[in-house]
C-alpha cells in the first residue's frame, strides 16, 4: 500500500474545485493516503471544511489566514476579524488538522507591522492548539523566521521556503521540517535543500492547483509522487523508503 502525502494544497481554487471528484480519484489511483488542503481565508476555511467530507480519511483541513493585504492586492475582498476568527479555530479544533497557510508576504503585502502582529497571533493559538503551523514566507524569510523563534512553537512545515542557505540551516537547526514542491524536478534551489535536509524534516507538496512539474499540466495532489521520486533520487534511497519515512514524519507532526 502506497503512502503519499501532499501536505500542501488548495482543493478549493479554480483549476481543481470544478473537477473536485476527478482530482480525488486521480489521488487515489497514484497511491495518496493523505491530502492537506489549506484555506487563506475565513470563506475557503469553511470551503475546504465541506470538500474534505467527500473523503474524511483521504483530505485533511487546514485553517489558514494569508497575509490579508497581500490577498487584496490580488484582488480578494478580504476584511475580517482574526480575533474573531482565531476563537472559531479554538472552539472547532477537532475539524482540521494543522494550521496554515500562514505566515508573511512582503512581495505582494506592504504592512509588514500588521502582518507580523496577526502572525504572531495566528502562532499564539497554534500553541494553545498544539498543531503544526504550515509557513508562507514569501520575500519575508529572515522576519518570518525571527517570528517564529520567539514565539517557541516548534511544530513548523516551512512551505516552499525560497530563503537563502544561511536561513534553512537556521530553520533546520531550530527543528523546522521543510515542504518540498514538484517543481523540484527542475528547481536547482529545492534539489539542494533535499540534499541538506536529513529525511526526517521532509515532506512534500504540490502547492496545487500551482508549481506544477509538468509544464503543460495544471498542477493537482496525484503530482506529488513527482517530489517523493526526486528525492529518493537525490539521496539515494529506494521510493517505498522515502514514502515510510514522510509517512512517520507526518504521523510525528500532524497525526
Same mark, same amino acid.
Given at each position: 500500500?502506497s503512502?503519499f502525502i501532499?501536505?500542501?494544497?488548495h482543493l478549493?481554487?479554480?483549476g481543481?474545485?470544478?473537477?473536485?471528484?476527478?482530482?480525488?480519484?486521480? +489521488?487515489? @489511483?497514484?497511491g495518496?493516503k493523505? %491530502?492537506?488542503? $489549506?484555506?487563506i481565508?475565513?470563506?475557503?476555511?469553511?470551503? *475546504? !471544511? /465541506?470538500?474534505?467530507?467527500k473523503?474524511?480519511?483521504?483530505?485533511?483541513?487546514s485553517?489558514?489566514?494569508?497575509?490579508?493585504?497581500?490577498?487584496?492586492?490580488e484582488?480578494?475582498?478580504?476584511?475580517?476579524?482574526?480575533?474573531?476568527?482565531?476563537?472559531?479555530?479554538?472552539?472547532?479544533?477537532e475539524?482540521f488538522?494543522?494550521?496554515?497557510?500562514v505566515?508573511?508576504?512582503?512581495k505582494?503585502?506592504?504592512?509588514?507591522?500588521?502582518?507580523?502582529?496577526?502572525?504572531?497571533?495566528i502562532?499564539?493559538? +497554534?500553541k @494553545?492548539?498544539?498543531?503544526?503551523? %504550515?509557513?508562507? $514566507?514569501?520575500?519575508a524569510?529572515l522576519?518570518?523566521?525571527? *517570528? !517564529? /523563534?520567539?514565539?517557541?512553537?516548534?511544530?513548523v512545515?516551512m512551505?516552499?521556503?525560497?530563503?537563502?542557505?544561511?536561513l534553512?540551516?537556521?530553520?533546520y537547526?531550530?527543528?523546522?521540517?521543510?515542504?518540498?514542491?514538484?517543481?523540484?524536478?527542475?528547481?536547482?534551489?529545492?534539489?539542494?535543500?533535499v540534499q541538506e535536509?536529513?529525511?526526517?524534516?521532509?515532506f512534500?507538496?504540490?502547492?496545487?492547483?500551482?508549481?506544477?512539474p509538468?509544464?503543460?499540466k495544471?498542477?493537482e495532489?496525484?503530482?506529488?509522487?513527482?517530489?517523493?521520486?526526486?528525492?529518493?533520487?537525490?539521496k539515494?534511497l529506494?521510493?517505498?523508503?522515502?514514502?515510510?519515512? *514522510?509517512?512517520?514524519?507526518?504521523?510525528?507532526?500532524?497525526?
Amino acid at each position: 500500500m502506497s503512502l503519499f502525502i501532499d501536505v500542501h494544497c488548495h482543493l478549493d481554487f479554480q483549476g481543481i474545485v470544478e473537477r473536485i471528484d476527478e482530482v480525488i480519484e486521480n +489521488a487515489k @489511483k497514484a497511491g495518496l493516503k493523505r %491530502i492537506v488542503t $489549506s484555506g487563506i481565508n475565513p470563506e475557503t476555511n469553511k470551503l *475546504i !471544511l /465541506e470538500i474534505s467530507k467527500k473523503d474524511p480519511e483521504l483530505i485533511k483541513p487546514s485553517f489558514g489566514l494569508y497575509p490579508m493585504d497581500a490577498l487584496e492586492r490580488e484582488g480578494i475582498e478580504n476584511k475580517f476579524d482574526v480575533d474573531l476568527e482565531l476563537e472559531s479555530w479554538i472552539k472547532n479544533k477537532e475539524k482540521f488538522i494543522s494550521i496554515g497557510e500562514v505566515g508573511l508576504d512582503y512581495k505582494n503585502g506592504k504592512d509588514k507591522e500588521m502582518q507580523k502582529q496577526v502572525f504572531e497571533k495566528i502562532l499564539e493559538t +497554534a500553541k @494553545k492548539l498544539d498543531k503544526a503551523v %504550515i509557513i508562507h $514566507s514569501r520575500k519575508a524569510e529572515l522576519d518570518a523566521l525571527d *517570528i !517564529l /523563534e520567539s514565539s517557541g512553537h516548534k511544530k513548523v512545515i516551512m512551505h516552499c521556503f525560497s530563503g537563502r542557505k544561511h536561513l534553512v540551516k537556521r530553520a533546520y537547526d531550530l527543528g523546522y521540517s521543510f515542504s518540498i514542491p514538484t517543481n523540484v524536478v527542475r528547481l536547482q534551489q529545492f534539489q539542494e535543500m533535499v540534499q541538506e535536509i536529513d529525511i526526517n524534516h521532509l515532506f512534500c507538496e504540490t502547492d496545487a492547483p500551482f508549481l506544477s512539474p509538468f509544464k503543460e499540466k495544471r498542477n493537482e495532489p496525484a503530482f506529488v509522487v513527482e517530489s517523493y521520486k526526486k528525492i529518493a533520487e537525490i539521496k539515494n534511497l529506494t521510493l517505498e523508503e522515502v514514502e515510510k519515512n *514522510i509517512w512517520m514524519n507526518y504521523q510525528n507532526l500532524l497525526s
